[in-house]
């Protein structure tokens, strides 16, 4: 048979240990620009349906369809390319990541899909352990595993479609922030720069492996303005979202930043992730004085992050409280006035 006509093909094994080196970006920094989505969706709005509460007009961290006056459905969907080499983890740390916006609009998750994305190479216990890991931490989130959609690709890829559940009532919008809130953070920040350094990560997958569940539970009966998920576009993107969505200024302490160990000495040696420029074009802030490392870890691109409060501030003593008594991480960075924008100082 000459060698035009054949259909033999080398294969190539790839190891476990080289599921980073199939990709040009993991996790939330593969994010498609935030400024190029505007574009993008510019215009472009669902037909006028009476039930969906939150759709793209304007757009939230997921979307909410009332069933009737006690239930509604909350719909997301995330996945990404590997951040980390051990199939386990990114199993992990994607449907976290996923499920984590669910929590973000005040819900619970139910149900669950896998959408997934493997070279036909890769051994069958790398995709398997993926697997494995995201039903682990579906099962623990509450909601089951129940299927999914798995396609063939060079890049590999994985994250879930997620249904929950939510109280019509009880959404958590961006765009609710008012003047006199309290700004707090649930988890510290840094993930993307910490893994581009290359650095000890432990203390960054453990966060990005932590469900935003309990901190959603302890949130709930303190009834929060606004609440969204810091993921790939940064703190100060993510603030920026909020502070137009809701027509106020929100304004950062730059010394209360929560910071990963390692995060702001990655950042002062000129690490930067894929996503710094982008969140940088798309959420520019006011931040005279500011050096350039605490810039860079405002803007870094985080994956699995934590939830982004606005609520009055007269409740941030007794929220401030009850995480401690849960032995939760939280941190006030900042507040709400009138205005426009984001300023950090």
Not at 110 to 127: G, K, Q, R, T
Not at 151 to 161: F, M, Q, S, V, W
């Amino acid at each position: 048979m000459s060698a035009a006509l054949s259909t033999a093909r080398t294969v190539v094994r790839v190891e476990a240990s080289a599921l980073t080196g199939l990709t040009a970006g993991g996790g939330c920094a593969a994010k498609y620009s935030a400024a190029r989505l505007e574009e993008l969706l510019r215009g472009f709005v669902p037909a006028d349906v009476e039930n969906l509460l939150v759709g793209l007009d304007p757009a939230d961290d997921a979307a909410v369809y009332k069933l009737d006056d006690e239930r509604a459905l909350v719909f997301t969907v995330d996945f990404f390319p590997p951040l980390v080499d051990d199939p386990s983890l990114f199993g992990r740390i994607a449907a976290t990541n996923a499920l984590n916006d669910v929590f973000a609009m005040g819900g619970t998750p139910l149900l669950a899909l896998s959408i997934a994305a493997f070279p036909e190479e890769l051994p069958i216990d790398v995709p398997a352990r993926v697997f494995a890991a995201a039903d682990e931490t579906v099962r623990a989130a509450g909601a089951v595993l129940a299927g999914g959609h798995t396609i063939r690709d060079a890049e590999p890829k994985y994250g879930l479609a997620v249904v929950g559940t939510v109280h019509p009532d009880g959404i958590w919008p961006k765009a609710g922030a008012k003047p006199g809130d309290a700004l707090f953070l649930t988890k510290p920040i840094g993930t993307g720069l910490v893994l581009a350094s290359k650095g000890d990560a432990d203390e960054a997958i453990r966060w990005m492996t932590t469900l935003n569940a309990a901190a959603a539970d302890v949130l709930r009966p303190f009834t929060p303005n606004a609440v969204t998920d810091v993921t790939g576009f940064g703190l100060f993107g993510h603030a920026y979202e909020m502070a137009s969505r809701s027509g106020v200024r929100i304004v950062i302490d730059a010394d209360a930043i929560p910071a990963l160990a390692g995060a702001r000495e990655a950042a002062a040696a000129g690490v930067r992730t894929g996503g710094d420029r982008r969140n940088r074009e798309y959420a520019p802030v006011e931040a005279d004085g500011i050096e350039e490392a605490l810039l860079a870890l405002g803007y870094d691109a985080q994956t699995a992050g934590g939830l982004l409060v606005s609520l009055p501030a007269d409740k941030g003593l007794s929220l401030e409280s009850e995480f401690r008594a849960r032995d939760l991480f939280i941190r006030r960075i900042g507040g709400v006035v009138e205005g426009a924008g984001v300023s950090v100082g």
